[in-house]
């Protein structure tokens, strides 16, 4: 393993910034998949995950001037995609932003009943053929959004509680009772499998 | 340790494994082939291509930023540094498009050699006075004269003449030789004018400081710019005689000598038909050892030569300018003897000079002797003195 692999994300996205073009071929390895995923969990379709993939990365391209180290790479990296994604929400009227609005406890199952099922019948869903895999992709699709995004921030980006909340912009209370709510969802789903 | 914390203890062990089983599920299912999301290829080749072109483009952006940052003064400089160039070489090619201030410099140095200016005064004070008769004739038509050609010349040549005349006055002045008013025209009635003309050679010597009475007896006797500009009005009209059709600028001449004249025996006084004829003849180098009027000028060889045929025309009898007649001479004597710069005059003849040094000599001044003979040489460089003037005693 070389040196540049071993930098942090934060000295990559540094040297990127100062011109060394290699640095961000390594951070968009290291995020290329998980951020992908991360999107595309949230989205209706592949288009708009791909979509809101490339604007991600656009948008860190063009503010590297502005990057400045003050939180991990990946909570910045996730911070944008959490933002295209309410834009997003916002401009296909998805109620998932109401949830987002709404408090955490309130609409929780409702938003669950509103939610389960909606998105078995869709392609990117379609496609995933294992029972139990597909069981909890089912079960995370179901979840909602604030507890999806923050299970996904946690699985996918790596963050802890409190990046969460920085990431998201709630109190890292929030996200630790949106965690706790999407894991014991999600374990009741796999309950059949297990 | 109650029975509460040993249940949120069991509680957070459930929930770590809950967890854990579920993170295990979720990479199972996202690591398989059923889970698996990924960007397409293109997607990533774009991103990636994106961001190197953007790395590209940071120096363009830098250099950019710094000549944005330095293009006003740069601008700035360098209109400074063309204009001052165009300015130079501009004045260095053609001199003629310097401020007056410059072109004036080369006319006043000319005119500040004392040689001119005392060769130019000689010439004031060795002159008889030739007042050429004239008719009434030629007296109105000088008062006909239009004065317009000259106007169109005189704002352009004012000033650069004004400033060459002044300072040869500032040169020549002394106690017998008083910057006098400008050469005055003797036609108190009426405005036609005509200046003295200055020949080219003379002019490049520069109009010499001439001596004026001390009371000014010609009240409306133009100024000294106004007869510059006719002076170079004239000058463009004498360019013009070698053609037939300019005989009637020299014409007009001879016709306003004559009416000076006239106005001088009208009134009486010799000294008007001294300064008529003065102003009428200019100062010509050629005419340099020929006596010329007070005023200090020489008539011109174009006066001399068309004199004939305007008596033969109008009838007048117009004296060469040049020749003073013995009856004006003796009339404008009494002039002389008035004027006290006159009698000033008269005593740098040769022969009132070479009287005062026999005086001299006789007694016994070797000093003042000897500059007076300096002075006389200087003046008249051609008389051959008398033995005794040369053959002085050694010593003081």
Request: glycine letters at 4%.
């Amino acid at each position: 393993m070389s040196a540049s692999e071993q930098s942090t994300d934060e000295d990559l996205m540094l040297r990127y910034q100062a011109g060394d073009a290699g640095a961000f071929d390594l951070l968009y390895a290291r995020h290329r998949g998980g951020l992908f995923r991360f999107i595309g969990r949230q989205c209706r379709t592949r288009e708009h995950a791909e979509e809101l993939f490339q604007e991600v990365w656009m948008n860190l391209i063009q503010a590297r001037e502005r990057y400045r180290v003050e939180a991990q790479f990946r909570t910045y990296l996730f911070t944008l995609a959490h933002n295209k994604l309410m834009d997003y929400f916002r401009r296909h009227g998805r109620v998932e932003l109401t949830l987002y609005e709404k408090g955490d406890a309130e609409g929780e199952e409702n938003a669950i009943d509103r939610l389960a099922g909606s998105r078995v019948d869709e392609p990117l869903v379609r496609a995933e053929s294992a029972q139990q895999s597909a069981a909890i992709l089912r079960a995370i699709e179901s979840l909602p959004a604030p507890q999806r995004e923050t299970f996904l921030l946690h699985e996918e980006g790596g963050m802890s509680l409190e990046e969460i909340a920085v990431t998201t912009g709630c109190t890292m209370e929030a996200a630790k009772s949106r965690l706790r709510y999407a894991v014991a969802k999600l374990r009741d789903g796999l309950k059949e499998y297990a | 340790m109650n029975i509460a914390d040993q249940h949120d203890r069991e509680h957070m062990k459930n929930e770590d494994k809950d967890r854990d089983a579920v993170s295990r599920a979720y990479r199972d299912a996202r690591d398989s082939d059923v889970g698996g999301m990924a960007p397409p290829a293109a997607l990533d080749d774009a991103i990636l291509a994106a961001a190197h072109r953007a790395v590209h483009s940071g120096p363009k952006l830098a250099g950019s930023n710094w000549i944005r940052r330095w293009t006003p003064q740069l601008a700035v400089a360098a209109v400074v540094v063309l204009s001052v160039s165009v300015v130079f070489v501009s004045i260095e090619e053609r001199p003629d498009l310097a401020p007056a201030s410059i072109q004036s410099i080369a006319p006043v140095q000319k005119a500040t050699r004392p040689e001119a200016v005392i060769s130019t005064a000689e010439k004031t004070i060795t002159g008889a006075v030739p007042a050429p008769e004239t008719s009434v004739e030629a007296d109105k038509v000088a008062r006909k004269l239009p004065s317009e050609a000259a106007a169109r010349d005189a704002s352009a040549v004012r000033q650069e003449r004004e400033a060459a005349v002044s300072e040869e006055r500032n040169v020549a002045v002394s106690p017998a030789n008083r910057p006098a008013p400008a050469p005055q025209v003797a036609a108190a009635g009426s405005q036609s004018i005509m200046p003295p003309a200055y020949p080219p050679a003379v002019q490049s010597v520069s109009p010499a400081p001439v001596p004026a009475p001390a009371a000014d007896p010609f009240p409306n006797a133009i100024s000294g710019a106004k007869a510059d500009a006719l002076a170079t009005a004239r000058k463009k009209e004498r360019s013009d005689t070698r053609s037939p059709a300019a005989a009637e600028p020299a014409r007009v001449e001879e016709k306003i000598a004559a009416a000076g004249s006239s106005r001088a025996k009208e009134s009486g006084d010799a000294a008007a038909g001294v300064s008529a004829a003065a102003s009428v003849s200019p100062p010509s180098r050629e005419s340099s050892a020929i006596p010329v009027a007070p005023i200090g000028y020489a008539p011109t060889p174009l006066v001399k030569q068309l004199a004939p045929a305007a008596t033969a025309k109008s009838g007048a009898t117009v004296a060469p300018a040049h020749a003073p007649s013995p009856a004006l001479a003796d009339k404008a004597r009494p002039n002389e003897q008035a004027a006290s710069n006159v009698s000033t005059i008269e005593d740098e003849r040769p022969g009132p000079w070479l009287k005062r040094l026999m005086e001299l000599r006789e007694q016994g001044k070797f000093t003042q002797l000897r500059e007076e003979l300096v002075r006389f040489r200087k003046v008249h460089p051609d008389v051959v003195l008398p033995k005794a003037l040369t053959d002085l005693p050694a010593g003081p």
